[in-house]
């Protein structure tokens, strides 16, 4: 399995930006489909963006649309997640996450079989 950590979390102003890192190893990014989930207190984890394997296609959560961006680095064998114009509510733990390449229903958190630790994200008001 690809072993993958999260980083570039942070505290934020509402309307500011970071940028999310998930750095694969033990194989190569490319063999899979990545996604990204965050969970906030009290809250089931959802699924926020992700990457697949072939034609690189994205797919978003509907609140996300527009604001955030997934793309891949194969050269640094990365996934990152810009994320602008950030919110309060986008206040969570966000984890990245990867599923063999040809894996479908890449919004759903049971599709996939690596798991990075998380990373802090928090929006102030």
């Known amino acids: 399995q690809v072993q993958l950590q999260e980083s570039g979390g942070g505290l934020v102003q509402a309307g500011g930006s970071l940028r999310l890192s998930c750095a694969a190893s033990?194989?190569?990014?490319?063999?899979?489909?990545i996604g990204w989930f965050r969970q906030a207190p009290g809250r089931e984890r959802e699924f926020v963006a992700a990457v697949a394997w072939s034609v690189y296609s994205t797919y978003y959560t509907d609140s996300v649309k527009g604001r955030f961006t997934i793309s891949r680095d194969s050269t640094e064998n990365g996934v990152y997640l810009q994320m602008n114009s950030l919110r309060p509510e986008d206040t969570a733990v966000y984890y990245c996450?990867?599923?063999?390449?040809?894996?479908?229903?890449?919004?759903?958190?049971?599709?996939?079989?690596?798991w990075g630790q998380g990373t802090q994200v928090t929006v102030s008001s």
């Open positions: 033990g194989r190569s990014v490319s063999n899979y489909a």
């Open positions: 996450a990867g599923a063999w390449r040809g894996s479908r229903d890449l919004g759903v958190a049971s599709t996939y079989a690596s």
